[in-house]
C-alpha cells in the first residue's frame, strides 16, 4: 500500500520549510495483535479496525483476563478471523498453534500489555497462548504498556522492560492523561493511531542508501578518572549516537558503534559494538579502525581534558582549596580529519552560544564533509532541533524532531 503523509522538507533555496506529499511504500502484513488484562483493552478494538483499514491481515490473542473487559466476538467480528483464547482448545486441525502464530506474523503487537505480561516475559513464563506464541517467535515484538502510574513507576518494571529492550523487544511507552484510577498521571496506552504509525515505522522500506557501506559511530559521554571512586564527565546521554547506528543500520551499513558509558539498552542490531570510558580509550578504538571506514561520525561528548596525575588512592579532603591539574586528550574527530583519505566525515558542535559561527569554526577546523549544530540545551531531551552545515553545499534548518528521525535527516546526506 502507499500511505502519503505530510512531511516537512527544507527547501535548499530559501532555508524556509514547505510541506510537501512524500509517499512512503508500507507493505501489506501480518500482524498478530497480543490483547492482555488492562482497562485498556476495549481499544484493542480500534486499533484492530486501523490496522484492517490500512491493509494489514490481523490475528488476535487474548489473555483470559483480556475478555473479561471485552468480547472476544467484538475483537473477532472486526478481525474477521477467531480470536484465540485457550492454548488448549480443540482445533479442527493438527498444527501447533502457538508454532503457526509465531511463523505468520511479521510482527507482534501487544496492546495493552500489563505489568503481568512484561513481567512474565521478562522472566520467561509462558503460561498462556500469548506468552508462548511470544517466547517462540523471531519476528519483532511491541509491547504498548498501559497500567496504573504506581506499576508504571515500580522499578520492577522498569528492569524487566530494560531486561527485554536488552534481548532486542520494543516498546511503545505510555502517555499521561486521565486514568481509570481517577487520576492524571502516566500510564495512558499510547493513541491508537499513534501505535499503528510507529508499527508501520517497522515496515516502512527504508531505502539502502548505505548498503556495502562501512561506517564508525562514536556516542556516549567519556569518563576521566581522578582516583577509584571520582571521575570527569558531562550529561551527554548517547541517544543520538545511538539512533544514529541503528539508523544506518536499516540504510544497510555495516555499523561499528564506539561507545563510552550510557544508560541505554545495548543495540543488538549493531554489527560491532565496542565499550570504552575515556578520550583515550575512544581514540584508540576510533583510530584503529579508522582506515577502513568510509563514513565517520563523531556523536560523542568527548572530555577534552583529562587529570594530569590519577590519584591511585582515594583523594582525601584537606583544609583549603583543591587543584586539579588537567591535561588536554586527543581531539579524535581533529585527528579523522587530518587522516581523511574519502571518508565522509561527520562532526557534531553542541553550543551555548553562537552556534553558527562555532559549528562552521568546527567544521573548517577539523576538515569535516559536515557538522550538525544544536543548541546544549537539547542534550538530555527525547528531540533535537539542529542546522546542518557543509563543506561544499548551503547550510539547511531542520525542526525539532524525535532523535531517531532524525538519525535518518542525517544519514541522508552522506554523499
Ligand atoms: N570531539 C572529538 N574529540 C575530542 C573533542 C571533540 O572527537 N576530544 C568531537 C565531538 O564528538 C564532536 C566535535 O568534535 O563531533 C565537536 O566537539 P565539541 O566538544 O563541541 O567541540 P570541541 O572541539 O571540544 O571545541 P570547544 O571545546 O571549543 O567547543
Known amino acids: ?30 500482524i498478530l495483535l497480543g490483547v492482555t488484562g488492562g482497562i485498556a483493552a476495549y481499544k484493542a478494538a480500534n486499533i484492530i479496525s486501523m490496522l484492517k483499514k490500512r491493509g494489514h491481515n490481523v490475528r488476535v490473542i487474548m489473555t483470559k483476563s483480556a475478555t473479561e473487559i471485552i468480547t472476544p466476538l467484538t475483537l473477532e467480528t472486526l478481525a474477521r478471523d477467531r480470536v484465540v483464547t485457550d492454548m488448549w482448545e480443540k482445533k479442527p486441525n493438527v ?8 511463523e505468520w506474523a511479521d510482527v507482534i503487537l501487544v496492546a ?23 517466547s517462540a517467535a523471531t519476528v519483532p515484538v511491541y509491547f504498548a504498556l498501559a497500567m496504573n502510574v504506581n506499576m508504571y513507576s515500580n522499578p520492577i518494571l522498569r528492569e524487566n522492560v530494560d531486561k527485554l529492550k536488552g534481548y532486542g523487544y520494543k516498546f511503545i511507552e505510555a502517555d499521561e492523561g486521565f486514568l481509570a484510577c481517577n487520576v492524571n498521571a502516566k500510564g495512558r496506552l499510547k493513541k491508537e493511531e499513534d501505535i499503528v504509525d510507529i508499527l508501520e515505522k517497522e515496515f516502512t522500506e527504508v ?32 541517544k543520538m549516537g545511538y539512533s544514529l547506528a541503528m539508523a544506518a543500520k536499516k540504510m544497510g551499513a555495516h555499523v561499528t558503534l564506539v561507545s563510552a558509558p550510557t544508560n541505554l539498552p545495548r543495540p543488538t542490531e ?17 583510530m584503529s579502525r579508522y582506515d577502513s571506514m568510509d563514513v565517520a561520525i563523531a556523536c560523542a561528548a568527548v572530555a577534552d581534558y583529562k587529570v594530569k596525575k590519577y590519584s591511585e588512592n582515594k583523594i582525601k579532603k584537606k583544609e583549603g582549596d583543591l587543584t586539579l591539574v588537567l591535561d588536554r586528550n586527543p581531539d579524535i574527530l581533529k585527528t579523522m580529519g587530518e587522516k581523511k583519505r574519502d571518508q565522509f566525515l561527520i562532526g557534531f558542535a553542541a553550543e551555548s552560544e553562537n552556534l553558527l559561527i562555532n559549528a562552521q569554526g568546527k567544521l573548517e577546523r577539523k576538515n569535516l564533509d559536515m557538522i550538525v549544530g544544536n543548541s546544549v540545551n537539547y542534550m538530555q531531551r527525547d528531540e533535537n532541533k539542529v542546522v ?9 534548518d531542520i525542526s525539532e524532531m524525535p532523535k531517531e528521525d532524525l538519525a535518518y535527516e542525517i544519514l541522508k546526506e552522506i554523499k
Open 1 to 30: 500500500m502507499i500511505w502519503i503523509i505530510h512531511k516537512k522538507i527544507a527547501d535548499n533555496s530559501s532555508h524556509d520549510y514547505i510541506t510537501r506529499k512524500v509517499t512512503v511504500k508500507t507493505m501489506k502484513k501480518n
Open 95 to 102: 498444527e501447533v498453534e502457538h508454532i503457526s502464530f509465531a
Open 112 to 134: 495493552p500489555a500489563t505489568y503481568n505480561v512484561v513481567g512474565k516475559v521478562a522472566n520467561g513464563i509462558a503460561d498462556d497462548m500469548l506468552t508462548t506464541v511470544i
Open 207 to 238: 531505502p539502502q542508501t548505505l548498503a556495502g557501506k562501512k561506517v564508525i559511530i562514536t556516542a556516549g559521554a567519556t569518563r576521566e578518572a581522578i582516583d577509584p571512586v571520582r571521575f570527569l564527565s558531562n550529561r551527554s546521554t548517547g
Open 270 to 286: 549493531v554489527d560491532e559494538v565496542v565499550d570504552v570510558v575515556s578520550a583515550q580509550d575512544m581514540y584508540e578504538a576510533v
Open 388 to 396: 546542518f552545515l557543509f563543506k561544499e553545499r548551503e547550510m539547511k
